[in-house]
């Protein structure tokens, strides 16, 4: 009992590891497909330093109030009386999600941070422009590139979140939305805290709503 119990507890730390090195390795390997085949995926993230802090400050700023249409949207899907929906909401009292749930608001917003970084880096700051650049490097895409680049990208990165064919469906919605706010403000960070305080809020939420029963409970 002690033994399972332990296995338990050991749980959502290893799901929090796997979900940092899992992220971040994506961006890792964004910069390393920009190093190989180009562009470079930072190449529309502002320089660090004193002169950039407020275009830096701004676009985190714009990106975060980027992430409240996202969440209205979803709060508005969550409401539907739908199956495919009565689905995803299922999912947070199961396996994997569960235990992903369990874990402190700490290790939640530093999941968000690495989901934020690493799969803009990959989709957005690599994929995206990659696509658009098939045709050739040394010529500028055309609108009609960049669109088809936007969709692809964003199919892609549907793909890559097979929780559920609905889920696939808004996450490639979402990456539409993030791929826009790239080619509309040519800054990635926009974008990465778009989706990062999309995800923090989204994570901590069940966190907050499954809290309540248990004070209630222990009081």
């Not at 939640?108 to 941070?113: A, G, P, R």
């Not at 590139?145 to 808004?170: C, D, K, N, Q």
């Amino acid at each position: 009992m002690d033994e399972h119990e332990e296995t338990l507890d050991q749980s959502p730390n290893d799901l929090f590891l796997t979900a940092v090195v899992f992220e971040s390795a994506l961006g890792l390997l964004a910069l390393f497909l920009g190093w190989t085949l180009g562009p470079d995926p930072r190449a529309m993230i502002p320089e660090a330093g004193i002169d950039n802090l407020r275009s830096i400050a701004s676009a985190l700023a714009y990106g975060c109030a980027a992430a409240v249409p996202m969440l209205i949207m979803i709060a508005i899907i969550r409401r539907l009386p739908w199956e495919p929906v009565r689905e995803l909401e299922r999912l947070s009292d199961e396996g994997v999600i569960r235990s992903l749930l369990s874990l402190g608001r700490a290790e939640l917003i530093v999941i968000s941070l690495c989901a934020g970084v690493g799969e803009e880096l990959l989709f957005r700051g690599w994929l995206l422009p990659w696509l658009a650049h098939v045709g050739g490097a040394d010529v500028a895409p055309s609108s009609v590139e960049w669109g088809a680049a936007l969709i692809g990208s964003s199919i892609a990165f549907g793909m890559v979140h097979p929780i559920t064919r609905l889920y696939v469906v808004l996450a490639a919605a979402m990456g539409l939305y993030f791929g826009a706010l790239l080619l509309w403000t040519d800054n990635l960070l926009v974008p990465i805290a778009a989706h990062a305080a999309y995800d923090a809020v989204q994570l901590l939420s069940p966190g907050f709503k499954r809290s309540d029963p248990d004070d209630a409970s222990e009081a």
